[in-house]
């Protein structure tokens, strides 16, 4: 399919590693962040979400970190594997407006 | 529930060829949103809808168009089909704000070029 990966940043980990992925958002006042995961041809997919009011959110093998004081978003994924293979993004939203503002994306290439 | 479902999966058009994708959603979301994705970018929102009968742009409106006559459906349209416009389109519905969350569900996607 077509790839939605070319000229995106791309981080390669071995299967079994710990993955970080970043993400700088640009609205100061953004109070909601999800990150979504897009394998190859197919649509985003949730993968977990974090309030403002909260600097951490755990969810099954993944963790985001939010810093509101650098506006700073982290996804960590636990004991990589190759089915995590695809593009993360992340998306900021504020409360009371019905949009999201996605961000260009990260490539997660897993190797067995 | 089937989710967010949308067609055709592909489609090539002619320059200045018109179209209609198709969108709907089996959730009883309020809320439901075009985007289109070029190749190595982000998501750019063309178009949302709030509820049925009420539409308003984003941040690529031009050469599109829009209608919500039912909480399901939200098609959009391309009257005069340019070669810009060859993208992948996805559409994505949501809970309203007073449900408590944002997040948005989205199709698998229309792969639209134009010639």
């Known amino acids: 399919g077509e790839s939605v990966g070319l000229h995106l940043p791309t981080l390669s980990v071995q299967e079994g590693d710990n993955s970080i992925i970043n993400c700088a958002y640009s609205n100061s006042a953004s109070d909601y962040f999800i990150w979504y995961k897009q394998e190859s041809g197919k649509g985003p997919q949730f993968i977990i979400d974090?309030?403002?009011?909260?600097d951490k959110r755990q969810g099954q093998r993944v963790t985001v970190l939010l810093n509101k004081t650098v506006k700073h978003l982290s996804l960590q994924i636990a004991a990589t594997q190759p089915g995590d293979s695809a593009v993360y993004f992340c998306?900021?939203?504020?409360?009371?407006?019905?949009?999201?503002?996605f961000g260009k994306g990260t490539m997660l290439l897993v190797s067995p | 529930n089937a989710g967010v479902t949308q067609t055709p999966k592909f489609r090539i058009l002619k320059i200045g060829q018109s179209m209609t994708l198709q969108c709907t959603q089996d959730m009883n979301h309020n809320y439901m949103y075009w985007y289109r994705q070029d190749p190595g970018m982000g998501l750019k929102l063309i178009y949302y809808s709030v509820g049925a009968g009420i539409t308003d742009k984003g941040e690529v409106p031009n050469g599109y168009n829009v209608s919500r006559s039912t909480t399901e459906d939200f098609p959009l349209r391309l009257e005069l089909a340019a070669p810009s416009q060859t993208s992948v389109y996805f559409c994505a519905s949501s809970y309203s704000v007073f449900k408590g969350t944002d997040t948005q569900y989205f199709g698998p996607g229309t792969r639209l070029t134009v010639l």
């Open positions: 974090i309030r403002s009011n909260m």
């Open positions: 998306a900021e939203s504020l409360t009371g407006y019905s949009t999201l503002t």
